[in-house]
């Protein structure tokens, strides 16, 4: 449903997306995620073909956003980070306006409204005056403009922002809820809020995909190599000894406290620890207290892999 191929944008010397390709099908929840400025937002503005590229092609549906832009633009509902409204017009008045931009026959708009509204929970502000809303009931009207014309591609660019916790539940329900009817590309620099609402996840930093995956396949990379963290009740001298010579140990960070050892031992690629480790300790002979894998978080992962950007941005204006 969405193609991207070889990405590029230059802003004069400054290189803001270099070389970006993937595929989104249909009915899938793709979460684009990066820090800011890693180029999330002028992605979006090439896809939604507010922003010609320098080099590169992309299409929504099977139509290029730059040679066919009307044509794609009218398969997209597409939410701006900061929510184009017109705060002197009502609700109901400002989604009548949007319908007629897309050229909605007047009784497929009020249909439309009618779907909208209570799908985005507007039905009790619709003859509201937008500027009199609050923050997040005027995010509800730019997901509900976005949705009017049933477009096949969703695109939502920090649509939580600003929002409290329950505003933030509510339109993540919302976006779950519109699975598989649309295909959403929901951008962001919130790691949970992403995790939490989409099948799929493309890590951009510094204008380069660092990283595509489920949540789960991500969650496994970060698992791979994770670091055992035992309490035993012993001199931190024995346990550095004992804990090095086993098999498949590469490093051991002990810490005395009081009667007991805290050790942190990173194992060799490809390494299970845990079983050996708890064979060392019983012949030894220690009470202990406490043996887990200390795994990386998917948090901890995306700050590992977006570290790069500001060198990475350095090295496109050399």
Not at 16 to 31: H, K, L, R, T
Not at 37 to 46: C, L, N, V
Not at 56 to 81: C, F, H, N, W
Not at 109 to 138: F, M, P
Request: hydrophobic share 40%.
């Amino acid at each position: 449903m969405i193609h991207v191929e070889n990405l590029v944008k230059w802003y004069g010397p400054t290189r803001a997306v270099y070389n970006i390709s993937f595929d989104v099908p249909e009915g899938q929840i793709v979460g684009f995620l990066g820090p800011n400025g890693a180029g999330k937002s002028t992605t979006i503005r090439m896809l939604t073909g507010y922003l010609p590229p320098t080099s590169g092609a992309a299409s929504i549906d099977g139509m290029d956003v730059t040679k066919e832009s009307e044509k794609a633009r009218r398969q997209i509902g597409y939410l701006p980070e900061s929510t184009p409204l017109y705060m002197e017009m009502r609700v109901e008045e400002f989604l009548h306006f949007r319908g007629k931009l897309m050229d909605m026959p007047r009784g497929d708009r009020v249909k439309a409204i009618d779907y909208v509204s209570d799908r985005c929970g507007l039905q009790q502000i619709r003859k509201r005056v937008i500027g009199q809303l609050s923050k997040g009931n005027r995010q509800r009207v730019g997901i509900a403009q976005a949705l009017l014309h049933d477009p096949k591609v969703l695109i939502l660019d920090e649509p939580t922002s600003g929002l409290d916790p329950v505003q933030i539940g509510a339109v993540r329900q919302l976006i779950q809820e519109l699975k598989g009817k649309h295909t959403i590309l929901l951008s962001s620099h919130i790691l949970p809020e992403v995790e939490k609402t989409a099948d799929r996840v493309i890590i951009i930093a510094g204008g380069q995909i660092k990283a595509d995956g489920s949540p789960s396949e991500l969650r496994q990379r970060v698992g791979q190599g994770a670091s055992v963290l035992v309490q035993v009740k012993a001199s931190s001298e024995s346990v550095q000894k004992a804990f090095a010579g086993v098999e498949g140990v590469e490093a051991v960070e002990v810490h005395q406290q009081g009667e007991w050892v805290k050790a942190v031992v990173k194992p060799k690629p490809g390494s299970e620890l845990r079983e050996r480790l708890g064979q060392t300790i019983l012949t030894n002979g220690w009470a202990i207290r406490e043996m887990r894998n200390e795994t990386a978080s998917l948090e901890q992962f995306f700050i590992q892999i977006t570290a790069d950007q500001s060198q990475v941005a350095e090295e496109s204006v050399a």
